[in-house]
Nanobody, 125 residues
Framework: QVQLVESGGGLVHNGGSLRLTCAAS????????MAWFRQAPGKEREFVAS????????DYADSVKGRFAISRDNAKNTMFLQMNSLKPEDTAVYYC??????????????????WGQGTPVTVSS
């Protein structure tokens, strides 16, 4: 089982950038699909981006396409989310997730088996 720890969240102004990191433990990381989800206050957790084990395929929510980029470094058991042109509506707790299989239903929470504790991101207007 992969264990996940997020970092890199914080307070940023409208239009700013942040880079989130997800550090994974476990030898299986490099074979696992990975994803980022987020949960804004009073809202349900939603899909942000996902990546296959080889980084050959990435998927994004429409709301972040062109602004966010997901990547991974299997040698360092690490995944990243580069967030540019941040908006106040991006304010949320960001979670990383993993699963042995990259499902066609990658946008659904139920298809991810392991989760981190989350890192908060606040974008001020």
């Amino acid at each position: 089982q992969v264990q996940l720890v997020e970092s890199g969240g914080g307070l940023v102004h409208n239009g700013g950038s942040l880079r989130l990191t997800c550090a994974a433990s476990g030898r299986s990381f490099r074979t696992y699909a990975m994803a980022w989800f987020r949960q804004a206050p009073g809202k349900e957790r939603e899909f942000v981006a996902s990546i296959t084990w080889s980084a050959g395929t990435t998927d994004y929510a429409d709301s972040v396409k062109g602004r966010f980029a997901i990547s991974r470094d299997n040698a360092k058991n690490t995944m990243f989310l580069q967030m540019n042109s941040l908006k106040p509506e991006d304010t949320a707790v960001y979670y990383c997730a993993s699963n042995p299989i990259y499902s066609n239903g990658f946008m659904y929470i139920s298809n991810w088996s392991a989760w981190g504790q989350g890192t908060p991101v606040t974008v001020s207007s």
